[in-house]
C-alpha cells in the first residue's frame, strides 16, 4: 500500500466483501450478466474504495501490471492452444482420436475414463493445462460426437487432470508448495494422499455411476458407427497423427520451454496436414489462425460437398485457431483488474488478520488455513501468491497449535490449488473453458476432485479429537518446524501450469 493509504476498518471491510461475494453471486449465477461486466463494475467499486482510504489509482495499475506480467506467459499458452487445436484439427491428430475413441469407448464408460486417463496423463507430466489441452480436447471431441453430457465430460477431464497435477512430482505447484513451507518434496506427496485418494474414489465412483445411469437412445449405436465412418472418409488416418502429441508430451516430461514445445507441436501438425493429408499452406495457415472450418477439407477433398455434412460433426470439428482465444483473454484482463483492485483495497488482509484472532484450537487453525487459501486463490488467482501468503498468516499458528508443516502445505493445495479453476475470473478456468469449450459455470458442480479435497481436509480436521488425528501429523514434543526451505527443494521450479 502507499505511505497515504489508510488501512480500512474491520466493519467497512467485511461490508464491502459481502457486498462483492453477493454481485457475484446474483450477477453471474442469478441474473446471468456478462461476467466481464460484473467484474469491471466490482473492480471499480473496489477502486474507489482504495482511493477513499488514501489508495492511488496508480498503485492499482502497479498491482494490475504485476499480475499481466506474471501470466503473460499464461495469455500466450492460451494463443498457442488456439493454434494447436486448429492445427490438429486440420492435420488430422484430434480426428484421429476421436474416430478411434467412438470405435473403443462404450459411452457408458466415457466419464470414468476422461477422470483416470487425464489423470495419468497429469501425473507423468505434471501440468493440468497440458493433460486439458491434448488428452482432454480429444477426449471432448469424443463426448460431442456420442451427443453425451459436455459438462460433466468438461467436469471429470478438470478432474482427473487436477488429481494427477496434485499428485506429480513434476508438477510446479507441488514443488512450490512443498519447498515453501520447507519440506520434502516426497513426503508432502505421500501426506497429500489422506485427502487426496478418497477424493479421486468417491469422483470415479460417481462418474461410473453417472455412465452406467446414462440413457442410451435406441439409434445412438447407429449414429456413432456413422460418424467414425465420416471422419474415416475425410482423413487420412494413421498413427503418424500422433507425432504432435508425442512432441508435447515429451516437452511436458522434459520440463522444456512450454511455449516452444507448443510452437513446436503445432509445426509438426501444420507439416503432417501438408504431407499426409495433402492440405494446402493456405488452408493450414487459416486454421491456425482464424480456426479450423469445414470448409477447409475441400483443399484436401476436392469433390467434397460439405453442406452435406452432419451438423453436429462440423459444429464437432470447427474450433480452435488464435483468434478464437481473443475472448479468453480479455476475459483475463477484467479478471486482473478486479483482482487488483479488491488487493490495493485491503479488505482481504484486514478480514483474515481479524479473524486469526478468533482462532484457539488445532481444528480451527487448519479450518481457517483452509478458508484463507481459498479466499486468496478466488481473489488473486494464482497459487503462488496464496501459498505464500498462507503461509505468512499461519505458520506461527501451526508451531504453536503442535501442527506438522506437512499439514499446512497439504492445506494450501487443497484450499488454494484445486479450487482455481472453479471461480470463472481466475487464469486457469479460462484456459479450461476455452480449452473444453464448457462454461466454468456448466463444467463446476461436475468438477468432482476439484473440491472434494477441501471437504475431506475438513473432514479429517473436524473428526480429529476423535480419531486420534488421523491423517493430520503432529509436531512431538522436541519437535519445531522448519523455518527455511528443505534443501532438496530450495530452488525455485519454473513457473507453468
Known amino acids: 500500500m502507499p505511505a497515504t493509504q489508510r488501512q480500512p476498518g474491520l466493519a467497512p471491510s467485511l461490508l464491502l466483501l459481502t457486498a462483492i461475494a453477493f454481485a457475484i453471486v446474483y450477477g453471474i449465477v442469478v441474473a446471468g450478466l456478462p461476467t466481464e461486466l460484473v467484474l469491471i463494475t466490482l473492480g471499480a467499486a473496489a477502486t474507489l474504495f482504495s482511493l477513499l482510504h488514501g489508495g492511488t489509482w496508480e498503485g492499482v495499475m502497479d498491482i494490475m501490471g504485476a499480475k499481466v506480467k506474471t501470466a503473460l506467459s499464461a495469455l500466450l499458452v492460451l494463443y498457442s492452444i488456439g493454434i494447436i487445436i486448429g492445427s490438429w484439427m486440420i492435420s488430422g491428430t484430434i480426428p484421429y482420436f476421436i474416430y478411434h475413441g467412438l470405435e473403443l469407448i462404450d459411452p457408458r464408460y466415457l466419464y470414468v475414463m476422461a477422470f483416470l486417463g487425464t489423470a495419468i496423463v497429469s501425473t507423468f507430466t505434471g501440468t493440468s493445462w497440458g493433460s486439458a489441452g491434448t488428452l482432454g480436447v480429444a477426449i471432448m471431441g469424443i463426448a460431442a460426437a456420442m451427443d453425451i453430457n459436455l459438462a460433466i465430460t468438461a467436469g471429470a477431464v478438470l478432474s482427473g487432470a487436477y488429481f494427477g497435477d496434485k499428485l506429480s512430482p513434476l508438477s510446479d505447484t507441488t514443488i512450490m508448495a512443498s519447498m515453501v513451507v520447507g519440506e520434502d518434496l516426497y513426503r508432502h506427496i505421500r501426506n497429500l494422499m489422506y485427502t487426496s485418494l478418497p477424493a479421486a474414489l468417491v469422483a470415479a465412483v460417481v462418474y461410473l455411476m453417472l455412465g452406467l445411469n ?31 502429441v508425442a512432441i508435447v508430451l515429451y516437452g511436458s ?28 499452406l493456405e488452408a493450414v495457415a487459416q486454421a491456425a489462425v482464424s480456426g479450423f472450418n469445414v470448409s477447409l477439407l475441400t483443399s484436401f477433398n476436392p469433390g467434397l460437398d460439405v453442406s452435406t455434412l452432419p451438423a453436429a460433426l462440423a459444429s464437432l470439428l470447427n474450433r480452435g485457431g488464435l483468434y478464437s482465444m481473443h475472448g479468453a483473454v480479455l476475459f483475463a484482463l477484467c479478471a486482473f483488474f478486479f483482482a487488483s483492485a479488491l488487493e490495493a483495497s485491503g479488505i482481504l488482509k484486514v478480514v483474515l488478520d481479524r479473524s486469526l484472532a478468533y482462532v484457539r484450537s488445532a481444528r480451527g487453525t487448519i479450518l481457517a488455513s483452509l478458508a484463507a487459501s481459498c479466499t486468496i486463490i478466488l481473489a488473486t488467482g494464482n497459487s503462488y501468491v496464496t501459498f505464500f ?33 472453479l471461480a470463472p475470473w481466475t487464469v486457469s478456468a479460462i484456459y479450461m473453458a476455452g480449452t473444453l469449450g464448457v462454461a466454468t ?37 522436541t519437535e519445531s518446524a522448519p523455518c527455511e526451505p528443505a534443501a532438496s527443494t530450495r530452488e525455485a521450479p519454473r513457473p507453468t501450469q
Open 214 to 244: 446414462m440413457e442410451l437412445g435406441a439409434g445412438m449405436p447407429a449414429a456413432i458407427a456413422a460418424s467414425a465412418n465420416t471422419l474415416d472418409g475425410l482423413y487420412r488416418l494413421n498413427p503418424l497423427l500422433l507425432l504432435p
Open 389 to 421: 501468503l498462507t503461509r505468512e498468516l499461519f505458520a506461527e499458528q501451526y508451531q504453536k497449535r503442535r501442527l506438522h508443516p506437512l499439514v499446512l502445505s497439504r492445506s494450501m493445495e487443497d484450499g488454494g490449488m484445486i479450487p482455481e479453476p
Open 441 to 477: 459455470l456448466d463444467y463446476a458442480p461436475w468438477a468432482l476432485f476439484n473440491y472434494l479435497g477441501i471437504v475431506f481436509s475438513i473432514l479429517l480436521a473436524m473428526i480429529g479429537p476423535w480419531t486420534g488425528w488421523y491423517g493430520v501429523r503432529r509436531l512431538a514434543a
Open 253 to 280: 516430461i522434459r520440463k522444456k520451454p512450454t511455449l516452444v514445445v507448443l510452437f513446436l507441436a503445432s509445426a509438426c501438425a501444420a507439416l503432417l496436414a501438408v504431407v499426409v493429408q495433402g492440405a494446402s
